[in-house]
């Protein structure tokens, strides 16, 4: 078990995914300049119901049961003055506890999984590797600079969850998954009906 200090999402991460954050809130801005400056993870857990607002109790939160680590891959000043990071997936995370801090930011007990252990992308999988390859071709997500190795299935799967315009419900039950077959099986019904 580990403490880390948690980032509730209404958008689900994914490992080796990426995700641009706007961050405004003080406690926000000071969790990330402590990850950066000590090179730690934070963890991203989906919001399955409320709000995630200074004023918001950690009770009136409906936290998924696990999430990602999340690791800081490039950060600036945007525009409107706020600091934008870009944020990869690590790996998965089970919440054994959850309590709030009197800066208002969460932390949470985990036991945190170790990486799968890589599997090559199967014969009926291998139409998701140029669907990734279209998505990759698209100028926004060009900028979010993803690496991923297209010959591990998890990480084609997860990237690909990530990036797919699905429900984050749906996002966060392949999160879940840890048969590699059943991941790929849902992901090409979803990709059927996507497809019509």
Known sequence: MTDIPLFPLGTVLLPRGRLPL?????????????????????GVIWIRRG?????ASVTNLDLGDYGTLANIVDWDQLPN???GVTIEGGQRFHV????????GLNRARVDVEPWPEPVAVPEEGVSMIDVLAGLQRHPEIKRLGLSLDTENAWEVCHVL???LPIENSVKYELLGLTDITQ??????????????
Do not use: N
């Open 22 to 42: 706007q961050i405004f809130e003080r406690r926000y801005i000071d969790m990330i300049s402590a990850c950066m400056r000590e090179g730690s993870p934070f």
């Open 51 to 55: 709000s995630e607002v200074a004023e």
């Open 81 to 83: 003055g706020l600091l």
């Open 96 to 103: 054994d506890d959850v309590w709030r801090e009197s800066s």
């Open 161 to 163: 969850t990530q990036l």
């Open 183 to 196: 991941y790929i099986d849902q992901l090409d019904v979803l990709l059927s009906e996507m497809s019509g």
